[in-house]
């Protein structure tokens, strides 16, 4: 068994209607910002799977995403390996934010 | 004997009660169905009614998709089952693939609850048999913040096709609203539409909540022939009649 850490991230399907995007847009020029366009608003979900090797670690998060995280009616997902990267996991106790 | 319908509690549902007693109103023996069981108890239609199940994390419906229940509702449905999702209830089954489509963040992404006018597109179903008539504007509230009907236009295509639009936005004249009218399309629904039925026909969901308009004190009671429909097919079904006739396909 070995440990591998993924990335699925999930975004509105090209030509879905994308509400939060466009507020997203809408509001760039309130901060003096242009020339930035189609903003799509997604979710990115970090995951640990123990699997055999890689590969079979890959085919649990395929089908989780596509069951689960991902509508595939309305959504696109692209997995991303992030294992050795640095992640959200494992930071230790204490090092967060100063209270 | 009045017939059994369930109605599943999610934790999160908050239309259950709501439903319960528009369904005692209306003649049946409601039965709350938890979210744990694994069966239904032998109940003759399911009801999942509004709410926020499981917070609606994720995507609004996904979560309450896998719990246990489901997959009783799932069998139960594929068996020919009188399944209606109301609103949140909706979000699951399409979810769930119990009906197509997929409901998205309303159009102005704000949550919206005021009435709004519906009418069915057709009377031939288990779930608006007791409507006055087709095509009549119904005035029902809606509570939701995901209720943009979505389907790629040959899906759509083929929703009108097969006659499986069973309830859209209307005006005051029974005008199906167009998508950009605020007033009457509240959400931005593609062909305005509010509701739809599977193929088979035993499969509803509709955004808006007849359960919250299903007696004049509630300021209408224009909901109550789709609680009434359902509940005289339950009994048909448990009586081992046959159900209203379903499609005239």
């Given at each position: 068994?070995?440990?591998?850490?993924?990335?699925?991230?999930?975004?509105?399907?090209?030509?879905?209607?994308?509400?939060?995007?466009?507020?997203?847009?809408?509001?760039?020029?309130?901060?003096?910002?242009?020339?930035?366009?189609?903003?799509?608003?997604?979710?990115?979900?970090?995951?640990t799977v123990d699997a055999a090797d890689e590969s079979a670690a890959r085919a649990v998060v395929e089908r989780l995403a596509g069951e689960l995280l991902a509508n595939p009616l309305i959504e696109a997902y692209a997995i991303e390996s992030i294992s050795g990267a640095s992640s959200t996991v494992g930071v230790p106790a204490g090092a967060g934010n100063p209270v | 004997m009045p017939v059994r319908i369930g109605v599943v509690v999610f934790p999160g549902s908050n239309c259950d009660r709501d439903t319960v007693h528009a369904l005692s109103i209306a003649g049946a023996e409601p039965v709350e169905l938890w979210h744990e069981q694994a069966s239904l108890g032998?109940?003759?239609?399911?009801?999942?009614?509004?709410?926020?199940?499981?917070?609606?994390?994720?995507?609004?419906?996904?979560?309450?998709?896998?719990?246990?229940?489901?997959?009783?509702?799932?069998?139960?449905?594929?068996?020919?089952?009188?399944?209606?999702?109301?609103?949140?209830?909706?979000?699951?089954?399409?979810?769930?693939?119990?009906?197509?489509?997929?409901?998205?963040?309303?159009?102005?992404?704000?949550?919206?609850?005021?009435?709004?006018?519906?009418?069915?597109?057709?009377?031939?179903?288990?779930?608006?048999?007791?409507?006055?008539?087709?095509?009549?504007?119904?005035?029902?509230?809606?509570?939701?913040?995901?209720?943009?009907?979505?389907?790629?236009?040959?899906?759509?295509?083929?929703?009108?096709?097969?006659?499986?639009?069973?309830?859209?936005?209307?005006?005051?004249?029974?005008?199906?609203?167009?998508?950009?009218?605020?007033?009457?399309?509240?959400?931005?629904?593609?062909?305005?539409?509010?509701?739809?039925?599977?193929?088979?026909?035993?499969?509803?969901?509709?955004?808006?909540?007849?359960?919250?308009?299903?007696?004049?004190?509630?300021?209408?009671?224009?909901?109550?022939?789709?609680?009434?429909?359902?509940?005289?097919?339950?009994?048909?079904?448990?009586?081992?009649?046959?159900?209203?006739?379903?499609?005239?396909?």
């Open positions: 068994m070995s440990t591998h850490r993924f990335a699925v991230n999930v975004t509105p399907k090209p030509g879905i209607l994308d509400p939060q995007g466009r507020a997203v847009e809408g509001s760039l020029g309130h901060l003096g910002i242009d020339g930035v366009s189609a903003v799509r608003v997604g979710r990115r979900v970090e995951l | 032998g109940v003759a239609a399911v009801i999942l009614p509004g709410g926020f199940a499981y917070g609606d994390y994720l995507r609004a419906g996904v979560i309450a998709r896998f719990s246990p229940v489901m997959r009783a509702v799932g069998a139960f449905a594929a068996d020919g089952g009188l399944v209606l999702g109301i609103c949140n209830g909706f979000q699951v089954i399409a979810e769930a693939g119990l009906v197509p489509g997929a409901l998205l963040r309303n159009r102005d992404l704000r949550f919206l609850g005021r009435d709004v006018l519906i009418a069915a597109e057709r009377l031939d179903t288990p779930f608006t048999h007791a409507l006055a008539a087709a095509g009549r504007p119904l005035r029902m509230p809606i509570a939701h913040g995901e209720g943009c009907y979505f389907g790629d236009d040959a899906a759509l295509d083929a929703l009108e096709r097969d006659r499986q639009v069973l309830f859209r936005y209307v005006d005051d004249s029974g005008g199906s609203a167009t998508k950009d009218d605020r007033t009457t399309n509240p959400n931005g629904s593609l062909r305005a539409i509010a509701g739809v039925i599977n193929a088979a026909g035993n499969v509803a969901g509709l955004m808006p909540h007849p359960e919250r308009a299903a007696e004049a004190i509630l300021g209408s009671a224009d909901g109550a022939g789709i609680i009434r429909s359902l509940v005289d097919s339950a009994a048909r079904a448990a009586a081992g009649e046959a159900p209203v006739a379903v499609g005239a396909r």
